[in-house]
């Protein structure tokens, strides 16, 4: 798989096998992340790998609508728990760039995970409070996402169908929609 294929067939993966993630992928991952461009070179984020069974289990009853949507992740055998300290980035144009910074090293951490193999799924719906507690993340430092990490299980379950149907099946707007040349058009 060339880089090219590598980022287009990277999609969120909600079926996990038990195999466990190698450390030398894992690895990968991190050094994918330190090379993530940010604002000022300030690197705001940090990471929090989660490899416990009984922790990925509690993990879970903070992702999503009351513990239920996200409950998938509670077959990964990894997850990782992506954070950043605002005040080690920068503020442009009114816009906190911690935000961008830290999706950024997520996203290079997830297409490294994939080019072994590695699904991942971006988590937006989680509780920051009560991750906070368990995981004894300080007030200054903010949960921007998470993600659960395995090989994809060779059956795709029922909730995994049905997330992937009510997002558009995965389908994708097309170039004239979200590209335009020399001047705004779209
Ligand atoms: C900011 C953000 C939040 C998301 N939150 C969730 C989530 O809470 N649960 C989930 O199953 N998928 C979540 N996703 C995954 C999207 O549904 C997925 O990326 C989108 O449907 C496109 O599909 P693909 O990743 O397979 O290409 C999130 C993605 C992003 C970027």
Redesign the pocket.
Known sequence: MNGIEMINTR??I?TFSPQPIPQSVLDDMIAAAQNAPSCQNKQCWRFIVITNPGAIGRLATHA?FIGT??FFIKQAPMVVVACADPARSCVLNGQDYYLADTAMAFQQMMLAAWSHGVGS?????FNEKSLRKEFGIPQNIRVV?MSPFGYPARKSSLYAKA?KAV?KG?ARLSKEKIVCYESWSL
């Open positions: 999609r969120s909600r999503g949507v996200n799924c971006w988590l937006g719906a996402g997330v997002a995965g």
